[in-house]
């Protein structure tokens, strides 16, 4: 897939369309990913999304849905489209025509302690396996342990301080003696 080149201009339906997410505060990954998705869709008419017809989002999703496109890709691309014809083209006759697809969510596989113990073990350096331990132990993201610090460590209540995670929100994670040991270590 080539990539589009930046110094190609601007149109103004775009430049509304980012003006409307950053007013919203929309986070930038977000952003990039309902461009994207607007950018699929403007492709597969031909032509600007704001010309677009309820039978043009048929035709779309069908195509999708035949190409075997994710159902949470779809999802997201209908949540771009209807931020497009709601907020930004104030068109909510064409957002009605977006359908979501319905999936089921399975649990995530858990390891169990003897794996865990020799993923722990696995790791190349202390460094490692304490970024490894909070992942597990802790349930942070990869992101979220990048960004700790020491003073996110709270020793006396047994809890880590995540601050901006997901969805740029502050949450505290329970930290066990044992993390914590491996913590200080490193």
């Known amino acids: 897939m080539a990539t589009p080149s930046t110094d190609a201009p601007v149109s103004p339906l775009r430049q509304r369309m980012q003006h409307d997410m950053l007013m919203r505060g929309l986070g930038s990954h ?6 994207r998705h607007i950018r699929c869709f403007a492709a597969f008419p031909g032509r600007s999304p704001d010309t677009a017809t309820p039978e043009d989002i048929r035709h779309f999703q ?16 209908v949540s771009a489209l209807r931020f497009l014809f709601l907020v930004t083209l104030q068109c909510r006759d064409l957002s009605r025509a977006l359908v979501i697809t319905r999936y089921h969510r399975k649990l995530p596989d858990v390891l169990s302690v003897e794996e865990a113990g020799r993923l722990l073990e696995a790791a190349p350096g202390l460094k490692y396996k304490a970024a490894l331990g909070v992942v597990y132990g802790a349930g ?3 992101s979220e342990v990048a960004h700790l610090k020491i003073d ?5 209540r047994m809890l880590l301080r995540v601050e901006q995670g997901k969805g740029r929100k502050d949450r505290n994670a329970m930290l066990s003696p044992q993390l914590l040991e491996l913590l200080r270590l490193w």
């Open 30 to 35: 977000t952003q990039q990913d309902y461009i």
């Open 62 to 77: 069908l195509d999708q849905h035949e190409n075997g496109v994710g159902p949470a890709t779809i999802n997201g691309t």
């Open 140 to 142: 942070l993201r990869v």
């Open 152 to 156: 996110d460590v709270d020793s006396a």
